[in-house]
């Protein structure tokens, strides 16, 4: 999957109820892949698709933008996999705005006091219908894209 993608500045030592609270902690965001490795056959159930993603032991991440400088609604993201877009999703659909799923994972594990540190990485989920490609066609380049974000290239082999 192709996701907007928090890394942390700075350790939350605090609930934060709104975008601007957020932000002071966010050093950059950023269009990130994520991989599973593994392998649900015919994946058919909403939980087949958390077991592959709770699987994500691979992840990749662009360019970064600071916080100020993109406005996360309404962002078009795609994945184009041998000349054809096979994903594309509103960044609207998470929550209504990425923003809200940061808050709300962060605020989660500070409640349960483990609380987010500088460097790690929020990935804020699916923006579409999870797609699927057969083991023998997986290998190629794939091109995440969402603009403001630079596209990220991930080749698989």
Avoid at 3 to 20: A, H, L, P, R, W
Avoid at 85 to 110: F, H, K, R
Avoid at 133 to 153: C, Q, R
Wanted: aromatic content about 10%.
């Amino acid at each position: 999957e192709n996701e907007v993608t928090f890394k942390i500045g700075k350790n939350i030592d605090k609930i934060c109820n709104t975008e601007d609270e957020m932000k002071s902690y966010i050093e950059s965001i950023h269009l990130g892949f994520d991989m599973s490795e593994v392998v649900v056959e015919s994946p058919s159930t909403a939980y087949d698709f958390i077991i592959a993603g709770a699987g994500s032991k691979y992840f990749m991440i662009g360019d970064g933008l600071s916080p100020d400088q993109v406005k996360l609604t309404d962002i078009m993201i795609s994945i184009e996999f041998k000349d054809q877009i096979v994903y594309e999703g509103s960044s609207n659909n998470v929550l209504g705005n990425p923003w809200n799923v940061m808050m709300a994972v962060s605020n989660d594990l500070y409640k349960r006091g483990i609380p987010l540190k500088k460097g790690d990485l929020i990935f804020t989920g699916k923006t579409a219908s999870a797609f699927s490609v057969d083991l023998e066609e997986a290998t190629g380049i794939y091109k995440g894209e969402g603009n403001p974000f630079s596209p990220i290239i991930c080749t698989t082999q």
